[in-house]
């Protein structure tokens, strides 16, 4: 589905990324953990083509896309969230969640101007699938307001909005937790493993260890920039390179 | 003046402030919605109405053609051949970064005048283009002008509907994504700059069918027309005024501004004539003080920007 080959990303002589590899299967939910700074988001903007690699290659449904824009990456089927959230924040919490489904025909000028019925009972689908994905998140009653005026961890699950609404095959999913109420934490690891029933294959970046332990099928450990190891949830927790490098180097 | 003599003016005045507003929603839908900083409007001006007179004069051995072609296909080449220019412009400069294409379009414009001027096979040079046919010409008589009102209102009328139509779309939805967080559209599968290419050409289309109105109403052309002053910046005074990315707000804006334009041609013509070149810079610094104090005391423009949805079911 997925698969990272010596990847290395440098800003500045740094190597953020450092001959990393790792292969995600598909119908998995797998684990992407680390230390701050171990290169774990740049590695997820490398796959979606936000960031050019260096050197190395990703391969995604088949093909190369080290090359490709971010948008066509998008479009082969996968969906990310950003760490820090991203929102439109002059646009409704709605049509921030609208603006995501691909290959609506409103979005073509001349269907727009000329298609008005068809437009419109699209927009209609769109909308009731923006409503669903909102109830979901408890977010329904902010479907209204300016994306800009949302608390911090509101920001955060409209980043998941955004990937719900995409439908993708494989959605790239960092710290989705971060910053959100425990009990809506608990109802999102479930929505994740029923995206993975349907067929989905997530790669989630997560530094809430709990979460990581009870829904991934398999973990990456980076470290540095590098592949430090990888395994079932089990493995890596009794792995003791992966306790030196959370404690190790650091606290020394 | 006559009553008569006032009310001739008074058309005359709107058809100008109506081919400006068609230039203001023009610049308003790259500009307001799509963000592309365009400062070579006069280029696009320039091409739209040297290609309808070009389209619409009989033939002359002063010029290219004229290819005696009716009105309605003067405007309509005239908008095509602008939006493949800005077609042509885009191509290397709208992924970059907005000061580029802001340098491509005024050295594009600055480009063109140089090539009408020059190129007298095709422009006849400084000597300009004259006798561009008005359509039904004759029609109404005196109060002709009345009618060519009506077209440019008619025009007007099918851009702000079109424009608005588009903006209040998924399509709008997107282009006002990508002013808000490209990141963001991207990672939705959207391509962004075919929305940004879109944008500008459909401007440049608009301000191309502007350049032919005005080429058909003045009847004759030639390189002093298209100007920065009055061609590009006059134009994004009367965006700015008006408030960006609002239609209603170009259109006024366009009227306000065209309104102390000339006004200040009336007050600086009571100069004595030695004071002919003082009098035009004079009118600059008035149209600088009238953006100073509309920028003062509402930075966001007359109107504003306003609120757009794509959801017919939302206000
Ligand atoms: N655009 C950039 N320019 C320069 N350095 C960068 C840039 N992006 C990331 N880095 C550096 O690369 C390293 C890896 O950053 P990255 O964001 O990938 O870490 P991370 O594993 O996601 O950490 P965290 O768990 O804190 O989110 C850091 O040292 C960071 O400072
Ligand atoms: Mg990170």
Redesign the pocket.
């Known amino acids: 589905m997925l698969k990272v080959d010596k990847v290395v990303k440098e800003?500045?002589g740094?190597r953020?990324?450092d001959e990393c590899s790792f292969e995600v299967k598909k119908n998995t939910i797998t684990g992407l953990i680390?230390?701050?700074?171990?290169?774990?988001?740049?590695?997820f903007n490398l796959i979606a083509g936000s960031l050019k690699a260096d050197q190395g290659e990703v391969y995604f449904s088949d093909q190369k896309v080290n090359s490709f824009a971010a948008y066509k990456i998008a479009r082969l089927g996968l969906a990310r969230t950003f760490?820090i959230p991203k929102t439109l924040k002059k646009m409704t919490v709605l049509e921030n969640l609208m603006l995501v489904p691909g290959g609506q025909s409103g979005e073509n000028i001349w269907n727009s101007w000329f298609k008005s019925s068809k437009v419109k009972a699209e927009e209609k689908e769109n909308e009731s699938r923006a409503y669903r994905v909102l109830k979901f998140l408890e977010l329904t009653h902010v479907a209204d307001v300016l994306a800009a005026n949302l608390s911090g961890g509101q920001k955060k699950l409209l980043e998941l909005g955004r990937a719900l609404m995409a439908d993708p095959e494989l959605i790239l999913l960092?710290?989705p937790g971060a910053g959100v109420n425990p009990t809506l934490l608990n109802k999102i690891a479930k929505n994740i493993l029923k995206l993975k029933e349907k067929g989905k294959t997530i790669l989630l970046?997560e530094?809430n260890m709990d979460l990581i332990m009870n829904i991934c099928d398999r973990v990456i450990v980076?470290n540095d920039?590098k592949h430090l190891v990888d395994g079932t949830p089990a493995e890596v927790k009794s792995n003791p390179r992966v306790l030196e490098a959370y404690l190790g180097e650091k606290t020394a | 003046m006559t009553l008569g003599g006032i009310f001739s003016y008074l058309v005359f005045f709107l058809i100008f402030t109506g081919i400006y507003a068609v230039m203001t929603l023009a610049l308003n839908m790259q500009r307001g919605f799509a963000g592309l900083f365009n400062i070579g409007i006069a280029g696009f001006w320039a091409v739209g109405s040297y290609t309808s007179a070009i389209m619409t004069t009989p033939p002359s051995a002063e010029h290219l053609g004229g290819y005696n072609l009716p009105f309605v296909l003067g405007l309509l080449a005239a908008g095509l051949v602008a939006a493949l220019l800005a077609f042509l412009i885009g191509i290397p400069t709208i992924k970059l970064r907005e000061d580029y294409l802001g340098i491509a379009t005024i050295g594009i414009a600055e480009i063109i005048r140089l090539v009408i001027k020059n190129e007298e096979w095709l422009s006849n040079g400084v000597r300009g283009i004259a006798g561009i046919p008005k359509p039904m010409a004759g029609f109404l008589g005196h109060n002709y002008n009345i009618f060519f009102l009506l077209i440019v209102v008619l025009i007007i009328a099918i851009f702000f509907y079109l424009s608005e139509k588009g903006i209040n779309s998924p399509w709008g939805r997107v282009l006002r994504a990508i002013r808000e967080e490209e990141e963001v559209v991207k990672a939705a599968g959207k391509n962004v700059v075919r929305y940004r290419m879109e944008a500008f050409v459909l401007g440049a289309f608009m301000m191309g069918v502007g350049g032919a109105l005005y080429a058909h109403f003045t009847s004759f052309i030639s390189p002093e027309a298209f100007k920065p002053m009055q061609a590009t910046f006059l134009v994004w005074i009367m965006l700015i005024i008006g408030g960006s990315a609002n239609n209603f707000g170009s259109l006024v804006g366009a009227l306000l501004t065209w309104g102390i334009w000339t006004g200040t041609e009336f007050l600086t013509g009571m100069l004595p004539a030695a004071y002919t070149t003082q009098a035009s810079a004079l009118r600059v610094i008035l149209i600088g003080v009238f953006l100073e104090i509309i920028l003062l005391s509402r930075p966001q423009g007359l109107f504003g920007e306003k609120k757009y949805s794509a959801s017919s079911s939302k206000s």
């Open positions: 800003f500045n740094f953020a990324v680390g230390p701050n700074g171990a290169g774990k988001t740049t590695m760490q960092d710290e970046i530094h980076m920039g």
